[in-house]
């Protein structure tokens, strides 16, 4: 077993009663709906009884048995109440032994892509279905840097639209109101009416936030965006593989290759330029004197952070005395600008601080800052 993430047997009667009446406890305190769901970084039992439960091989058709057994008992017992049932890591997948959940159940698809909803629509899920993003977090590979471009977004909002689906939880959110401002507002804005235009929104979003700024803002997230097109053939995007999950993943270098492909210096400069010219042409009032200087604090993150990746490559192939003392220089000024975030008082450990209303990227800890993230985002390297 796992200190945090315990596995047991779920062929023991015991264990099976034990997570039932987990589900009561929290109904029975007048919760209308209860999620139900493996840990993280599940493995499969190895003794026989789990071997042979229910009469099939794959660990999560077992798991998709089990818990739609628990939603129909539940379906008595609280006549009523729902169950969430999650498809998430083993349960990824859906069941194939049956094709019809009882009228008590919401599936909570953990993530959601399109492809994988397209199999769903061959079930019958009464009440439809939750969904458990990954569009934001500083687990991603790219940390504390942009994620999700216009695009994405937009046929996001246009699926979950059709496809009855009636919740959603961000795993992750509001890290970098500066540089990812103009994704969340689209986002939120589409989602009420998916036919809004993306580029419409962030001219919109621009000008109320930047006023005699908004163009120069405007190319500048334009830029941004275009860079998130570039990506890694082959990224690991399971939250609920155990290797990151106990801080094991050997080599860490995607998150590197990333910020290299995205953020050359002759992009940087671009971006850099440009941000400068809106620095010079935005107005002294609000909303821009409390946004601009969070664009500039999240932007020279990402640019000393890909800075230090240029030079780490490049010292790479050249192995010389100079290359290796840009690249400690680069290291040094990207530990200063760090120190220089403001921090909330007395913070243990320390965070960055709130400004207004807003948690400077997304409230992690200093350290977590210093790493890049945390799951699949930590530069072990250099």
């Known amino acids: 077993t796992h200190p ?26 007048g919760y209308r709906m209860v999620q139900l769901g493996q840990s993280d970084g599940f493995r499969p039992c190895e003794c026989e009884e789990c071997a042979k439960l229910y009469g099939v091989k794959d660990f999560g058709e077992k798991l998709w048995i089990m818990h739609r057994q628990m939603a129909e008992r539940l379906l008595k017992d609280r006549p009523g109440k729902m169950v969430s049932i999650m498809a998430y890591g083993p349960t990824r997948k859906p069941p194939q032994t049956f094709r019809e959940f009882p009228d008590n159940v919401m599936i909570e698809l ?121 990506d890694l053939p082959h990224r690991n995007t399971n939250w609920n593989d155990p290797a990151p999950l106990d801080g094991r993943n050997p080599a860490m270098a995607d998150n590197l290759r990333l910020l290299a492909l995205r953020y050359p210096p002759e992009v940087l400069a671009k971006l850099e330029a440009l941000l400068d010219r809106a620095e010079t ?32 490559e490049h010292f790479r192939n050249t192995k010389s005395d100079a290359d290796f003392e840009v690249l400690a220089n680069a290291v040094d000024a990207r530990n200063r600008m760090i120190e220089e975030i403001p921090l909330q008082r007395g913070t243990k450990p320390p965070r960055p601080a709130i400004k207004g209303s807003l948690r400077l990227f997304g409230y992690p800890t200093l350290e977590e800052i210093e790493d890049g993230g945390r799951l699949t985002a930590p530069l072990m390297a250099p």
């Not at 023991?12 to 029975?28: A, F, G, R, S, T």
């Not at 279905?129 to 216009?150: R, S």
């Not at 937009?154 to 009855?164: L, M, Y």
């Open 4 to 29: 945090t993430r315990p596995q047991y047997c779920i062929s023991n009667p015991e264990v099976q009663k034990m997570i039932y009446q987990e589900l009561l406890d929290h109904l029975d305190k």
């Open 110 to 230: 953990a993530p959601f892509s399109e492809k994988e909803f397209g199999e769903w629509k061959k079930y019958r899920v009464k009440n439809g279905f939750n969904v458990y993003l990954y569009n934001w977090g500083w687990y991603q590979a790219e940390g504390f840097t942009p994620k999700q471009t216009m695009e994405y977004l937009s046929s996001q909002t246009v699926e979950f639209n059709r496809s009855n689906v009636k919740g959603i939880y961000r795993c992750g959110f509001g890290e970098l109101f500066g540089l990812e401002g103009p994704a969340y507002y689209q986002w939120g804005k589409q989602l009420e009416e998916p036919s809004l235009d993306s580029k419409k929104l962030l001219s919109e979003y621009c000008r109320y936030s930047f006023g005699t700024a908004a163009g120069s803002l405007e190319k500048f997230y334009l830029l941004l965006d275009e860079r998130l097109k570039l």
């Open 281 to 312: 042409e935005a107005p002294k009032t609000n909303p821009a004197k409390f946004l601009l200087p969070v664009v500039r604090m999240e932007f020279d993150y990402l640019k000393k952070t890909a800075s230090v990746v240029t030079a780490f």
